[in-house]
């Protein structure tokens, strides 16, 4: 009883982190329509912010809360000055975002050098649970993720800010004739979802630790997330994080870690074929 | 998704072009500065003739090198094929090349099987084997596959690869398997240097001749069409899936050809040569230099590999980085690649089949 409630454990919060990581990039997908191949960087990048702070001495929690402001600055910029050439054409915009990425990572490469870099958990210990031990920072991770999510749902579905987004999203023309400024709101989607990239890499490196290829592993994961859960809505990503989390999590308790690891992306790959909507189909909220 | 098609035809600016008569456009005189000169061939021989003195003035280390940038062309130069001619954004051209390299590096380890007259054959086969599989599954089926999904099933699948290379102890682990024994033909042993060099040489330029054969066919027409707007030539009556699957396992025969080759020039095989390390270089070869031109991939994996050698000793960190500036001013700027910078919009696009009679461009010109 007290194995499986600690597997379940592990295995919810692989699945919030993963759900972490595709937020930002569901939204981007979703509601600009471009695949963005640099957003495993931008998780990167948060991890070096907390990594920084935490270097020059500041406490860890600060660096987490900076870390999101700070990448989601370097997105709107990107925005502006790169990304926005690419909208009308995908598979240039993914080529693009390619080679930020690439430009990011090997930038960040030649500052940490090869190295794993620890940054200790801002919250230690374990919660007890009667015989069960429970990480207290995972547990963080989970309840964090939970809010950001609801956060993210209630900003694109109540708010006037929302509502501009998903119009945006489904007639840029006429969003434009109403007199919404479309760069605008593409920009601003984009460096949201570049800071939730951000908080992702923040919060998920204490578990991992810093190296420079951090990011290409959620990258492929994520997108595969996306297709999975279905590109288009707010919803669809997030079920498709949840599903290819929690497999990938859960596989590895009942076979070998690495026939687990390319099993997840084979079934993710042939749902993906014969159901090329995914997950939910549909668009809005 | 409807984008996409649009994104193929942006990204080569001049979508009709292609249509119609190609060869009398490519020869009208109308505008063109050089006329009666082409520039393309010019390119091709300069590239050749470099390429063949190289080992005369090189020193014994840099022919090894040169080498295996020769073999390297050969692999962008399917991608360039797959990508450039058939608008198939395959991230994952890696997972034929490495698995060919790792299916010979077995026959040798395993079957003790050395002989160029089986190892090439079986690392072509590979490589087609693993393509049609991948790409019938990826392209062909009851609904067409949107690009978006053809990219990332392909860079999937070459992550996965690496991945179950790393985890599998039988392929060696992390460090892959090492010490392949040298090549041979009898009892002759194909050792590094100058006959390696020029075998691979030689393989590369009859491959050339026959992708260049290939694009300027009827078949090659068709695929430039489906690059350019897949729904008219789906109209026309040509069943573009098929088309597509067909350029897809052509390009993934070539990749392992140069995987095989690879694999026994190196002397061993490791999990980067199936995974994302290798696709990515693929791409920035073909992207840098031109993709949809073949000359093209060639003269960007030499200039990209040749400067990152170059720069090797001084600047290893900021290489990377600098090559990522590029490949970004390049896309932003000139996404045709460098060759664009010589070569005009049509003899890029080029002419196919048969050129008309001299004396008939007159009248045939639009």
Redesign the interface.
Known sequence: MASTFAAVFEIVSFGAIIVLVVLGLGIIASMM?I?NFAQGEFVLLGAYVTYLAYAHGAPVWAGMVAAPFVVGAIGFVLEAL?IR?FY?????A???T???G??IR??V??LIGGFYLTVPEPIGGSIDLGSVHISAWRFTIIVITLVVMGGCYLLLARTNFGLRVRATLENPALARASGISTPLIYGATFAFGAALAGLAGALIVPVFSLFADLG?RFL?QG??AV?VGGVGSFIGPVAGAGVIGTLSAALPWVM???VA??LV??L??AF??FR?QGLIAGKGV | MGGAEQAVARIREEPDVVTGDGAPAARAPAGQASAGWKVLPIVEGLVLLIALVLPWVLQDYLTVFATRVVILALFALSFDLVWGYAGIMSFGQALFFGAAGYGVALLARDLNVTSILLILPAGTLIGLTASLLLGGFLLLGRYPSSVIFVSLGTLTGSYAADRLARGWYYLGGQNGIPSIPPLTLGSYEFEEGPVYYYMVLGILVVVYLLCRFLVRSQFGLALAGLRENEQRIAFFGYKAQHLKAIIFAVGGTIAGLAGSLYAFHEGFVWPNMLGVVFSTQVVLYVLFGGSGTLIGAVIGTVIIEGVSFWLSDNYRDVWPIILGVLLLLVIMFRPLGLVSLVLGERERVGSFGKAPKPKETGNAAP
């Open positions: 329509g695949f790169i050439r009308a054409a995908p598979i240039v993914m080529l693009g390619y080679a930020l690439l430009i090997e930038s490469r030649g290409i492929i997108f595969v297709m070998s870690p690495v690891d390319v992306f084979v993710a790959i993906i074929k090329p």
